[in-house]
């Protein structure tokens, strides 16, 4: 008998979630748009671009934030996406750190001096001050402003559940272990952790696969790396 279970649940937020969509349609998946989370942007002061080195930036969630009229300052991303996301909104010079948290502190420590001015930490609530704290230790003075909150779900979207309820859903994919974490209570909430033992779980980084260990998937699968290209390359 034919496999039948085609449709793959994205669970990001809806800012990336169309574009990694038409991926997953790429590969042959019907997409199953689910968002766990929706951004909100926030009132943060911002310093003077004139004093600034360059923008720092661990999610294309905040490049919103960033003033049109500053695409002319160096950019560093976190990951190739968001480069992909600042060069369409116009700045100019992007620098990509093709991985995590870790990887854009080494690739700022190789590309920039710290005695060539300040850098701007865009990042999300309650996010980057490891990020931060890194770099001051290198000799970087960081201004880090919170640009958006991400507020997750209070309950599993309709498309989620119809997809469950289905019997076609394949896989799971998960882009941060905050989203994992909220999927695994609402999933409990509702007592649907039996449905999850036919669809395999695909993690972006370790704790998010750590997280969604808690339910019974058929299994559970980390990204090589913390990119998109890398999770999607889970997807069998």
């Keep these: 008998m034919p496999d039948t279970r085609d449709r793959v649940l994205l669970t990001r937020p809806e800012a990336g979630a169309a574009a990694t969509a038409a991926r997953v349609a790429a590969r042959g998946f019907v997409p199953v748009i689910a968002p766990l989370a929706r951004i909100e942007r926030l009132a943060a002061k911002l310093p003077n671009p004139a004093d600034l080195q360059a923008i720092v930036v661990t999610s294309s969630n905040a490049l919103a934030a960033i ?48 005695n060539a ?14 990020l931060a704290e890194r770099l001051e230790r290198a000799g970087f003075s960081v201004i880090r402003r919170e640009v958006y909150a991400t507020r997750m779900a209070a309950e599993l979207p309709d498309p989620a559940r119809v997809a469950l309820d289905s019997g076609r859903l394949r896989s799971a994919l998960f882009f941060s272990a905050e989203t994992a974490r909220t999927f695994v209570a609402l ?36 990204a090589a790396r913390p990119t998109q290209d890398d999770l999607l390359a889970l997807l069998r």
């Design 67 to 114: 003033p049109s009229e500053w695409r002319t300052l160096p950019l560093f991303a976190v990951g190739d996406a968001t480069a992909v996301r600042a060069r369409a909104d116009g700045f100019r010079s992007v620098a990509s750190a093709s991985g995590d948290a870790g990887d854009l502190a080494c690739l700022i420590a190789r590309s920039a001096a710290p």
């Design 117 to 130: 001015g300040p850098l701007l930490l865009a990042s999300g609530a309650g996010q980057g001050t490891g």
């Design 187 to 222: 999933v409990i909430a509702e007592e649907r952790d039996d449905q999850m033992r036919t669809i395999d779980a695909l993690a972006i980084g370790r704790p998010a696969g750590v997280a969604l260990e808690q339910l019974p998937w058929q299994a559970v699968h980390v």
